[in-house]
């Protein structure tokens, strides 16, 4: 029996591999230096793809079967530099793959998301994210993973083009709400997203911003899910959005059209237990490529 699954199965990591010609790519962007809060965001590129054998590439409740390639670039390298240092060979890196209908850049911290976005282009892109905080700090101490959102909005990205989903409360400061509202930036907080449906939200805001960009850019934060479902990120906290919430709206963001590039941030496999985070993390791949298998 040559088919046989008595040892084996096919798995995501099979789809993942030297395909020029497939139409996602993955770009490892392990960049950890000036994190706020001490941690080893670097090792989350090798974390994620060492999970991926353990996901097979069926979908039980779908009937899905994923088949798309992904042509694994290799990651950045970042060792030692700073987020300013870093910001040219990650936008390289990511223009690199703009051709492509998605690239998937795993980090590394939150200071990917700026130079990722500028991979796109920021005349042209909008941004969306899941992420429990703002990321707003002020840049006058330079670049660090909490200000990210702040530097693009200094680069000149028009803060109409940015919406923020899933902001925790007592993790963020009054004075980065208020420039939130000042810039025109969409928020909705954890309470928002729960009680209206993350979802609900994600289309919303992805039809607003379409109306606006030519492509978008999602940046998910992953301390946005509840810390007792996600332990391996320093800022996930306790009342954040639960994983089913965030693996379906990532469906829904892989599958919309004008969504070019996504980002997983603030993966710290230093802090894993049991598992949780890169079996999370694996998912959530798993859950973006079924969304973008939709797009036909």
Aim: aromatic share 6%; hydrophobic share 40%.
């Amino acid at each position: 029996m040559t088919d046989s699954e008595a040892l084996s199965w096919r798995s995501v990591a099979d789809l993942i591999g030297e395909h020029p010609a497939a139409p996602v790519a993955m770009v490892g962007a392990p960049l950890n230096e000036r994190s706020l809060t001490p941690g080893r965001c670097d090792l989350g590129p090798r974390a994620f793809r060492a999970v991926l054998p353990r996901f097979s590439t069926y979908d039980v409740e779908t009937g899905l079967e994923l088949d798309r390639l992904v042509h694994d670039a290799g990651d950045v390298a970042l060792k030692a530099l700073s987020p300013a240092e870093a910001f040219h060979p990650i936008r390289y890196a990511v223009a690199a793959q703009a051709h492509r209908p998605l690239t998937v850049i795993v980090g590394g911290n939150n200071a990917i998301t700026r130079p990722g976005l500028h991979g796109l282009g920021l005349e042209r892109a909008g941004l969306l994210t899941l992420d429990a905080h703002f990321d707003l700090r002020d840049t006058d101490q330079g670049l660090t993973n909490g200000n990210p959102v702040q530097a693009l909005l200094d680069d000149g990205l028009d803060g109409a083009r940015i919406s923020q989903l899933g902001l925790a409360p007592f993790a963020n400061t009054r004075r980065a709400h208020e420039k939130a509202m000042a810039a025109g930036i969409t928020v909705r907080t954890a309470r928002d997203c729960r009680t209206q449906g993350l979802t609900a939200l994600v289309a919303q805001e992805l039809e607003r911003l379409s109306a606006l960009v030519d492509v978008i850019y999602v940046d998910v934060d992953i301390d946005v899910i509840d810390r007792s479902q996600w332990p391996a990120s320093p800022g996930a906290r306790p009342g954040g959005l639960s994983a089913q919430d965030v693996f379906d709206a990532t469906r829904m963001i892989g599958a919309h059209p004008k969504v070019r590039a996504v980002d997983l941030t603030e993966y710290d496999p230093s802090l894993d237990v049991g598992d949780l985070g890169s079996l999370t993390a694996g998912r959530w791949f798993c859950e973006l490529m079924g969304g973008f298998q939709a797009r036909g």
